[in-house]
């Protein structure tokens, strides 16, 4: 696969992520924190293929990790940082404690102000590779260029 076509498919289900965690933050469901990481683990890989970096399977939800491999000329490793909290709603969040209970959820109020940080880096990430969200699947990236400062 091209990596225009892997970075332009990898932003728009970043795009479907990020719809689906609004969608389940207004109707005060849990999962809403997972698909937040799901969206920002698909943009780290769009640009993570846009420097020619592979990340190891056994990290793909580490949002730290995945930050960490881009090179520090990426402006957006910084938009990123605040956002690697996200790395336990993809994993220990979503299962039952060894005690059974189940783990809290995110803060409203922290998930609102990280979607809004998302939709900023995915709209500023989808024009910087020129990729049309809403198109077909089969419709690549313009560009694979990495971002530089």
Not at 97 to 107: F, S, T, V
């Amino acid at each position: 696969m091209s990596a225009e076509l892997h970075i332009a498919n990898a932003l728009r289900l970043a795009r479907e992520d990020l719809e689906a965690a609004r969608l389940l933050s207004g109707a005060d469901n849990r999962n809403d924190a997972y698909h937040a990481q799901q969206t920002a683990e698909k943009m780290l890989l769009a640009l993570l293929t846009s420097e020619g970096i592979r990340a190891e399977r056994r990290d793909s939800h580490r949002i730290d990790v995945l930050r960490d491999l881009l090179p520090d000329a990426d402006p957006f490793k910084a938009r990123f940082a605040p956002l690697t909290f996200l790395t336990v709603f993809a994993t220990t969040y979503r299962y039952p404690k060894d005690a059974g209970r189940i783990p809290a959820r995110a803060e409203r109020v922290e998930l609102e102000r990280v979607l809004v940080t998302l939709q900023a880096i995915l709209t500023d990430l989808a024009e910087h590779f020129g990729v049309e969200l809403l198109a077909s699947d089969r419709l690549p990236a313009a560009r694979s260029n990495p971002p530089r400062t």
